[in-house]
């Protein structure tokens, strides 16, 4: 059974930081893709950032330059660092992985965790 647990999210001032954690089990992790996405009330769940197998990262423009992806596939963790967070960043915020195996398409979310960011 795969699972996707994230934790961290919370209540924190404009210009604070969270850190964001992802633990994943039942997939092989250091293949897939993994990420976070980020659902505000009212709005489209939209992508914050992910991290390919081989380390490549992507990052929405918003949080270029205050938020950073990493993983370690030791512990099947991938994790978001977020600076000057501001009050646009509150958010339900989820863990995604993906990936291709024997041409077949897998993916999967975790349940979410909310970050609030007071201005």
């Known amino acids: 059974q795969v699972q996707l647990v994230e934790s961290g999210g919370g209540l924190v001032q404009a210009g604070g930081s969270l850190r964001l954690s992802c633990a994943a089990s039942g997939i092989i992790f250091s293949i897939y893709t993994v990420g976070w996405y980020r659902q505000a009330p009212g709005k489209e769940r939209e992508l914050v950032a992910t991290i390919s197998a081989t380390r490549s990262t992507k990052y929405a423009e918003s949080v270029k330059g205050r938020f950073t992806i990493s993983r370690d596939n030791a512990k099947n963790t991938v994790d978001l660092q977020m600076n000057s967070l501001k009050p646009e960043d509150t958010a339900v915020y989820y863990c995604?992985?993906?990936?291709?195996?024997?041409?077949?398409?897998?993916?999967?979310w975790g349940q979410g965790t909310q970050v609030t960011v007071s201005s």
């Open positions: 995604n992985a993906r990936g291709d195996i024997a041409f077949r398409a897998y993916e999967y």
